[in-house]
Each structure stands twice: as structure tokens, then as C-alpha cells.
């Protein structure tokens, strides 16, 4: 029996091995894709910067119940995004839903349009930036999910633009 359950462990931590790879791939995927799209060189999974946001969203999902996180002092960029799911969101949709703030960005006066946010695509794609980490919590009693990047180094520079 304690054989069995040995082996049961083991499988158990290679599908989640496999799993979060997975996942970082997903992640890193979607982010190289959009920064393909403007001509900037792609991203490099940093596991620093996943343990970082491991440990970000899972303050958030045990002391504040998937609220988002306050990154204003943080030394890398950040991306994040709340969903009222408590299955979470896949990496890929989470990427997307950054992404999508394009449709609000003009590069050739480096503006948003009136009225709409476009810094987490503008970070997603930020030139300098050449190293990714990211996490998600499940917050089952919420009944929701909170998903954070961390970037480095940050995008954002005032007064510059993104690609």
C-alpha cells in the first residue's frame, strides 16, 4: 500500500509539474505573440519573478479575497486581472484581455484614447522589458480569481514609448 501510495505522489507531482509549465508557456506565448506583432524581441520566463507573484496573489487571495494587489511600490512593471470565476482564467485569456487595450493606444502620439486605459498593453509590449513572471490565485469562497504579471525591467517611462 505504501508503495501505491509513493507512486501516487509521484504521478500527482509530475502532472503538476507539467501543469504549471504549461501554464508559464501559455503565458509567455501570448506575450511574445503581441510583442511579435509590434516588433519587439520576446520575453524570457524568469522564475524570480513567478515566485514574486506567487506570493503576491496568494497575500490577496488569503488576507483580501482576490482584490487586486497595490503594486504602486513594486520595482518591477505589473499587469493584473480580477475575474468573477472562481475556475480562473487561462493564462492565454488573461494575456488577451491585456492585449486588448491596443484597440485604445495611438504610438504615433504615444496617447491613450479619450477616456480608456492602455497601460497594460503598453507594458505587455514594452520594449526594454526582457523578463516575465506570473501567477494566479483562486479564491473559492469569492468565487473569483486574481492573475498578476510582474515585468522586468518596468515599462511605462514617462515620456517614452513602448516599441
Known amino acids: 500500500m505504501q508503495h501505491y501510495t509513493l507512486f501516487s505522489l509521484l504521478t500527482l507531482a509530475i502532472f503538476l509539474l507539467s501543469s504549471s509549465q504549461g501554464a508559464t508557456n501559455d503565458y509567455l506565448d501570448a506575450h511574445n505573440e503581441a510583442r511579435a506583432a509590434v516588433g519587439v524581441q520576446p520575453l524570457t520566463w524568469s522564475d524570480s519573478l513567478a515566485k514574486a507573484t506567487s506570493l ?28 468573477g470565476s472562481a475556475a480562473g482564467v487561462a493564462p492565454r485569456t488573461a494575456v488577451e484581455e491585456w492585449v486588448k487595450e491596443k484597440n485604445f493606444y495611438n504610438h504615433s502620439t504615444n496617447t491613450c484614447v479619450s477616456n480608456h486605459e492602455c497601460g497594460v498593453y503598453t507594458q505587455v509590449v514594452w520594449k526594454n522589458t526582457a523578463e516575465l513572471g506570473c501567477s494566479q490565485a483562486i479564491c473559492v469562497k469569492e468565487k473569483a480569481s486574481l492573475t498578476i504579471c510582474f515585468y522586468d525591467p518596468p515599462g511605462n517611462v514617462i515620456g517614452e514609448t513602448p516599441y
Open 56 to 83: 503576491m496573489v496568494r497575500y490577496q487571495r488569503n488576507n483580501l479575497g482576490c482584490q487586486f494587489a497595490n503594486l504602486t511600490a513594486s520595482k518591477y512593471g505589473g499587469n493584473q486581472l480580477w475575474s
